[in-house]
Nanobody
Framework: VHLVESGGGMVQPGGSLRLSCAAS????????MSWVRQAPGKGPEWVSA????????YYADSVKGRFTISRDNAKNTLYLEMNSLKPEDTALYYC?????????????????WGQGTQVTVSS
């Protein structure tokens, strides 16, 4: 099983990034997917989740209105569009998969999780 995140980088405050998570080795369309992040020196934080079909999405209050989660089951890929980025969004972003959305902050509590992609928001 592989979940490979990409698209991270350094951006100025107010900027945008689009993260991708490529899945393989399991039936992607049968799993709800989430993004979890961990900032330096802080505990992990659940960011967003999407159901198997993509019709229901959920967001932490800290990112609501700025981030958009989506998925393409034909491409086995999860996305996170991040706009109006703030310095406090700086973190390592993980994608994670589970049968039922748990809103867990901890990547290891999911069935599958990736290695993460770094997002740094700084002027």
């Amino acid at each position: 099983v592989h979940l490979v995140e990409s698209g991270g980088g350094m951006v100025q405050p107010g900027g945008s990034l689009r993260l991708s998570c490529a899945a393989s080795g399991f039936t992607f369309r049968r799993y709800a997917m989430s993004w979890v992040r961990q900032a330096p020196g802080k505990g992990p934080e659940w960011v967003s989740a999407i159901n198997t079909g993509g019709g229901s999405t959920y967001y932490a209050d800290s990112v609501k209105g700025r981030f958009t989660i989506s998925r393409d089951n034909a491409k086995n890929t999860l996305y996170l569009e991040m706009n109006s980025l703030k310095p406090e969004d700086t973190a390592l972003y993980y994608c994670a998969g589970e049968m039922i959305i748990s809103y867990s902050h901890y990547p290891h509590e999911y069935d599958y999780w990736g290695q993460g992609t770094q997002v740094t928001v700084s002027s």
